[in-house]
């Protein structure tokens, strides 16, 4: 299950890269948006680890 969600929320961020509707993030933004995703991507599995 868990690899199924992750999957989804890259799947989604890698997404926003090929709109063109002009909600594409710009360079900074987008590397915020990955930095966000890894640590949220680490710490989920760091969570479900514990248990």
Do not use: C, H, Q
Not at 10 to 27: A, I, K, N, Q
Not at 36 to 46: D, F, K, N, P
């Amino acid at each position: 299950m868990v690899a199924t969600v992750l999957w989804r929320m890259w799947d989604g961020v890698l997404g926003l890269m090929f709109r063109g509707d002009g909600s594409r993030p710009g360079e900074e933004e987008m590397a915020r948006i990955l930095g966000t995703m890894e640590s949220l991507a680490e710490l989920g599995l760091r969570a479900r680890a514990e248990k």
